[in-house]
């Protein structure tokens, strides 16, 4: 069973550090492209950071650019997400997801090409808050 599991979460100052990571136990986050999306109560998800598969370049949406820097440890089969310069904004339930046939957008999104082989985390949540 393709199970992706986050973790890492949890409340920090404006300002502050937090590393969230994904992790999969069934196959290679290596092989295919992986992102991190969030979402905030009331709010649309939104794609957050992409790395695509084997060559690992990263894009990311304009709202992160510059604060946020996505990577992958192969050994560990997993995916951090590394955000600095927390706003409270920033504050939402945040999830990695992969598509086997899927790729990366120019802003940080993973588009799902629809095949069903699209697989999802839970999230871990992330409070920014004084």
Same mark, same amino acid.
């Given at each position: 069973? *393709?199970?992706? +599991?986050? &973790?890492?979460? #949890?409340?920090?100052?404006?300002?502050? =550090?937090?590393?969230?990571?994904? !992790?999969? %136990?069934?196959?290679?986050?290596?092989?295919?492209?992986?992102?991190?999306?969030?979402?905030?109560?009331?709010?649309?998800?939104?794609? *957050?950071?992409? +790395?695509? &598969?084997?060559? #690992?370049?990263?894009?990311?949406?304009? =709202?992160?650019?510059?604060?946020? !820097?996505? %990577?992958?440890?192969?050994?560990?089969?997993?995916?951090?997400?590394?955000?600095?310069?927390?706003?409270?904004?920033?504050?939402?339930?945040?999830?990695?997801?992969?598509?086997?046939? #899927?790729?990366?957008?120019?802003?940080? =999104?993973?588009?799902?090409?629809?095949?069903?082989?699209?697989?999802?985390?839970?999230?871990?949540?992330?409070?920014?808050?004084?």
């Amino acid at each position: 069973q *393709v199970q992706l +599991v986050e &973790s890492g979460g #949890g409340v920090v100052q404006p300002g502050g =550090s937090l590393r969230v990571s994904c !992790t999969a %136990s069934t196959f290679s986050l290596y092989d295919y492209p992986v992102g991190w999306f969030r979402q905030a109560p009331g709010k649309e998800r939104e794609g *957050v950071a992409c +790395v695509k &598969s084997r060559e #690992g370049s990263t894009t990311y949406a304009d =709202s992160v650019q510059g604060r946020f !820097t996505i %990577s992958r440890d192969k050994a560990k089969n997993t995916v951090y997400l590394e955000m600095k310069g927390l706003k409270p904004e920033d504050t939402a339930n945040y999830h990695c997801a992969t598509d086997f046939f #899927g790729y990366c957008s120019k802003n940080g =999104s993973l588009i799902v090409e629809g095949y069903g082989q699209d697989y999802w985390g839970k999230g871990t949540l992330v409070i920014v808050s004084s």
